[in-house]
């Protein structure tokens, strides 16, 4: 089982539309089969952080989800909407021991 923890940095007057879009985005990917588990925002640390979480049996179910996630044409419509208010991101993959 993996956890897979996408977090993005957000323009700091776009975070309440990044939180709206990022519910969004949960209802495209679950309906693609990319469970994401849950959305997380910043209580301390580097400021205006959003995370979504999502956790899969192995590193090829994520990859299956994912390229459904990046082919599918309403989330191509969408994602530009949410790449616009990032100021940065990155992808971290954990392996679930307990």
Excluded: N
């Excluded at 940095?9 to 849950?38: C, F, N, V, Y």
């Excluded at 205006?48 to 179910?61: G, R």
């Amino acid at each position: 089982m993996i956890v897979v923890r996408d977090i993005f940095q957000i323009e700091p007057d776009q975070m309440k539309l990044a939180k709206e879009l990022a519910k969004q985005s949960r209802q495209i990917e679950d309906r693609l089969g990319h469970r994401t588990a849950r959305i997380l925002t910043d209580c301390v640390g580097e400021y205006y952080t959003l995370i979504t979480e999502s956790e899969f049996d192995s590193l090829a179910e994520y990859e299956t989800a994912i390229k459904a996630v990046i082919a599918d044409p309403e989330w191509q419509q969408f994602y530009p909407q949410f790449r616009r208010l990032m100021r940065s991101g990155r992808r971290e993959i954990f392996t679930i021991l307990e």
